[in-house]
């Protein structure tokens, strides 16, 4: 696994998804824990917001994803979809907060990769 690609994916994701929560963007709770715990997330975000998103590290598309970084991201989204809701971080409206909190978590995990 490379942690250093890990964070930097991490990175991006908490930065496009400030970008759409600035532009006006939200995601209801069931939509968002739903896509989680299929290992859909990102997926989502490239198809529904295409135009927006703009990664390279965890973007399947992109020449810098790896494949185990991007599959070992969407578990960990699962894993913190099934454990954790919008209240625990003082979230009440737009689940994309959560996906923001949820990467910072995981790049948090990547040190002890």
Do not use: P, W
């Not at 939200?26 to 989680?36: A, G, Q, V, Y």
């Not at 715990?37 to 997926?43: L, R, S």
């Not at 913190?80 to 949820?102: C, D, K, P, R, T």
Request: proline share 0%; net charge negative.
């Amino acid at each position: 696994m490379d942690k250093d690609f890990l964070r930097k994916g991490c990175k991006e994701l908490i930065r496009e998804l400030c970008r759409l929560v600035d532009s006006g963007e939200s995601m209801d709770r069931s939509k968002f824990h739903e896509l989680c715990e299929q290992e859909h997330f990102i997926d989502f975000l490239f198809t529904r917001y295409k135009d927006l998103v703009q990664m390279e590290y965890l973007n399947k598309n992109s020449s810098l994803c790896k494949s185990e970084v991007l599959a070992y991201f969407n578990n960990a989204m699962s894993r913190y979809g099934n454990a954790s809701v919008m209240e625990e971080f003082g979230l009440q409206h737009n689940a994309l907060l959560l996906g923001i909190n949820f990467a910072v978590h995981i790049m948090e995990d990547a040190e002890q990769l």
